[in-house]
């Protein structure tokens, strides 16, 4: 596999099958979450998000700072019907263009507040004394889920008000490059995923009407921001979505991460464009570890999970391609985030993510 390079960023970063994580765990401290990140998966810490504090919902987190934004009785929602908002959308879009002009100091609504993001500025306090990472992982609520997990007074989904959509894709890239600048400043690669549960919906009734080139272009705006602060640019869907959305250039994904315990056979089924996608230099964050159900993680070892991953791989490289390629473009990761898990079934999600990695690079990376 003859691999050529999308963004400058990949060439400082070689996935070559190390061990991450997606997003949430199931604790109340961030110290305690952050430690047993970095007991696991020292290469690639990421950021803890702990969802059992209301202000770390994926609506809640990044929603701040957003024109029209309300929050009432436990309830996130968009006031678009109310006689102030279009002097809050002028403030906004002033704030962006000073954004734009100057993207190093952003505009408070660009940024988050610890408060919402505890595990961001712990990580990035951090950083710059932990030896063994070799790239640090963010993590931003996408455009599509967040539009679509947000309505107006009248349950309207605010992703169908072209206004509102255009501001929030805009907030969102704002505080992706901010987020991704924020950790760049340990001087190592950092990997930014944008967490788009909502697209495993595309091509229900729901979501009949959306334009997937519009909404290539909304996710496309996002990724820029990422790649203009310096980082590589991921899109986690913890199900199974239309793909040919995320794979081709346009998109500016650097890094498919997807649920490959449950959903490869789907993720495969344009194979074509997956090996595109790696030729590209594109990386697959291999969500082999399951965390569906605490059932699912307590039946598999360590063992199960290299041999599915050894299936998965020869069944996407085929005769053309050997495993040791392909492990050096993948990622090992859970399918999802752990936050839904009991604390010990997630322990165990990260104890089986860096025992497949460690025994996948051993047979295929080592020398």
Known sequence: MNCTTNHPQSAQFAAAGLPTLIGSLPLSDHSEALDLILAHTPEIPLWPQLPGNPDEGMLQQFSEGLAGIRKEDGRTFFAADDPGLAEEMLHFFEDYLALEEAPATPPARFTV???????????????????????????????????????????????????????????????????????????KPVLTFIDEPALAGLGSSAFISIDLKELAGEIAEVTAAIHASGGLAGVHVCANTDWSLLLPPAAGVDIISFDAHGYFDRFISDRGQVLDFLARGGIIAWGIVPTGSAEKVAAETVDSL??????????????????????????????????????????????????????????????
């Open 306 to 367: 290299v041999d599915r991953w050894e299936e998965q791989a020869r069944t996407l490289g085929g005769a053309e391609i050997d495993l040791g390629e392909i492990l050096n473009r993948t990622l090992i990761t859970p399918s999802c985030g752990t936050g839904s898990l009991p604390p010990e079934m997630a322990v165990r999600v990260l104890e089986l993510t860096a025992g497949t990695s460690r025994v996948l690079r051993a047979r295929y990376l080592a020398g």
């Open 113 to 187: 507040r610890r408060e919402l993001a505890a595990g961001l500025y712990l990580l990035a306090e951090r950083a710059p004394s932990l030896d063994k990472a070799v790239a640090f992982k963010g993590q931003i609520t996408g455009p599509f889920t967040l539009l679509t997990g947000l309505k107006d007074q009248a349950q309207r989904l605010a992703y169908y008000n072209p206004e509102l959509k255009d501001m929030v894709v805009k907030g969102l890239a704002g505080k992706a490059g901010w987020q991704t600048r924020m950790l760049a400043a340990a001087g």
